[in-house]
């Protein structure tokens, strides 16, 4: 009890002294208002914003065009990293490749998508998928290869057949390693989408903030901004439950055997 | 044992009324217990008594619940100069970025003294416990017992004249655990340090102390202060087959496993 | 395995590792050598003006001035996370008392906050290396945090019954325990920083390979366009590489000489 006392009120502290070093800096004009408008105004936005009738289409657009991409890199990646880890000499082969897809700046390619797809919301998916692809990828060779001796010896004195081999063994031990693939996409899928958003002008919260800044309503852009990040916040603490549950699947079946 | 009390550069370092609680839970209560200039005390317990908090508690680590700890008669309030400290986990204690050498000087660094002169003082120590010619190598490269003779080059380098030991060979092979014990010996004899070791070896407490100090209870307090008359000189084979060795040792286990 | 004895390990090595690689550039050059498509241009021009626009200064200047604030940015950002990351780990009230606040901020997408910054500062550096050095701010500070927290109790404690001032063993004790997580955040920040310079001479700018692309794309310049992503890609790659070798090098202590097994220890490589 006394600790979790202590705890909230260390966090009420540090929320009220970050509060105030905010009104501080404005009431001594350190920030320019343009960057960085008052608390308050801040705050009444925050309110304001959701009663707007542009809010809740633009927050559905950035929310379902960013579950789409990690949904679509999941069902390609999650394939593909299996095939790789399994297998030494194709993880090998495509070693270098994937270390160029990986370090690749993925919005680097969207002046390219503009033109060949167009500023649409599918462009936004397609940006979204080739971003989310690699680290599920990555993870799922990972998880995959970490069986990698146990496999060759099920392989060479159980003879098991492939098919329960892939969904007995290496399914079920890839699988925490896909989750956290998945999760890492989850955040970047929402960077991805808000930065589309933002340069090309298309449906979401990158585009509303976009607008406001236009109009000159930081308040406004910074609700927006607040509202991208609760989005990201909320989908990963909604995958940490949904991984729970996986894993705990995972132990009880891992338990059985 | 008189002799070497008088040459000896430590302080007396006395414990009164010690108690020590974490919340609600009472580790240790009312420890009196003395560590002579030059003397070699070991504090024996079943696991989980309340050594080590015993040790922290005495170097200054953590604070008393009551009671003080005085050193050379002052009260002691924070980790003192005069007191060096070897953990078990050799490991987690040498710091694996730095060279052997670097491992010793670096506690001297912290007193601000010259490069060069800590360098020679952490050499002279690393020799001191025969590791000359490791200062270049980095911990891991060295096995448990030579990383644990580091450790122990260490706190003598720091000067400390009293040196507190937790378990410091519980995670070696048998072998090595002998060889070091027996280096320990050596060290107090020439350096004429006192030394405190919190062990749950009782062939170990018994063959190293001049007295062995018994934890026992919940809250632990001293049970027993038994002072073990084997002589200055102990030696692996003739001091562990000596009767009074063997009665020494069954006295400490009748009251532990009681 | 015995029938390609013969053949020196490197050798093997090298061929399994570049094989698919290069078949896929080749693949990609006479794929696209007779292409008509205005989307798809012949590799061969693409990489024709590459060559003349770096030749000619005019990219090589962008890309100097790009690389300059990607560099200005990270370094405020290593600086700054770093050093907080140390302080806020070593002590736990500090530590309980910002979590909160941390993952708010971390949680925002950097990318969001370039309209707003861009529109307010203008188009010159300043706004950039602001935005460049916000994005890899949280990853260097949350790496630095969970290093020092990864550092043994004992190793702490040891280090304070020898009265190490707190100058010492913030960068001699704290700075090198939490050295693998540190490296491996700025890996992260790296590619942060990698895409938020693209991002904010996307929105606005007037030099700049991310310029570049997007000044390309609305002259509908696709060949030059393609250039500069290739650019981008390639250089990418590089930094990334260079960064790994740095890293495994700085790490020799940690890895305990074997810097080859780094690629097995991390999920991220």
Partial sequence: ?257 | MTDTNNKSLAKQMQVQNLAKSYGDTEILSNINLSLEPGEFICIVGPSGVGKTTLLRSLSGLTSLSAGKVMVGGEEMKSPLAEIGLVFQDYRGSLMPWMKTLENVAFPLRGKGIKKAERNNKAAQCLADVGLDGAENSYPWELSGGMQQRVAIARALAYDAHILLMDEPFGSLDAQTRLSLEDLVLNLRKKLRISIMVVTHDIDEAVYMADRVIVLSGKPATVIDNIEIELGSERNQISTKSDPRFVEYRNRVLNLIMS | MKAVNFLPQWLINIISLWTLPVLVVVLWWFVSADSSSFFFPPLKNILAVLYRDLASGLLTSYLLVSLTNMCIGLAYAIVLGVLCGLIIGEFRALREATSPLINFFRSIPPAAIVPIVIVAMGTDSAPKILIIALACFWPNLLNTIDGVRSIPVQMLETNKAFRIPFHLMLWRVLLMGALPQILAGIRIALAAALVLMVISEFFGASEGVGFYIRDKKETFAMTEAWAGTVLVGIFGYILSTVFLKIESWLLGWYFQKTPKELRKLDPAK
């Fill in chain 1, 1 to 257: 009890m006394d600790s979790i006392f202590r705890l909230t009120f260390l966090r009420l502290a540090t929320l009220v002294i970050s509060g105030m070093l905010w009104i501080i800096g404005d009431y001594f004009q350190l920030f320019n208002p343009t960057v960085l408008p008052p608390i308050q105004e801040v705050g009444s936005a925050l309110i304001a914003v959701l009663a707007m009738p542009e809010f809740l289409p633009a927050f559905m657009a950035t929310l379902l065009d960013s579950l789409k991409g990690v949904i679509y890199a999941t069902l390609i990646a999650v394939p593909a990293g299996i095939i790789i880890g399994m297998f030494p000499a194709i993880e090998k082969a495509t070693r270098i490749l994937l270390d160029f897809g990986r370090s690749f700046p993925v919005v680097a390619l969207m002046p390219i998508f503009v033109l060949i797809i167009g500023a649409t919301s599918q462009m936004k998916v397609v940006m979204v998928t080739i971003a989310c692809f690699f680290p599920i990828l990555l993870q799922t060779i990972y998880g995959a290869r970490r069986l990698e001796p146990t496999i060759m010896d099920t392989v060479h004195s159980y003879r098991i057949p492939f098919y329960l081999r892939f969904s007995k063994v290496i399914l079920p031990s890839a699988l925490p390693f896909i989750s956290t693939g998945i999760k890492i996409a989850i955040s970047i899928s929402i960077l991805v989408s808000v930065s589309t958003e933002i340069i090309n002008q298309i449906d979401g919260l990158g585009a509303q903030i976009n607008l406001s800044r236009t109009f000159n309503e930081v308040d406004i852009a910074y609700a927006y901004v607040i509202y991208a990040g609760l989005l990201g916040v909320a989908l990963t603490t909604i995958w940490d439950q949904i991984d729970a549950v996986i894993l705990r699947w995972h132990r009880l079946a891992s338990r059985e055997n």
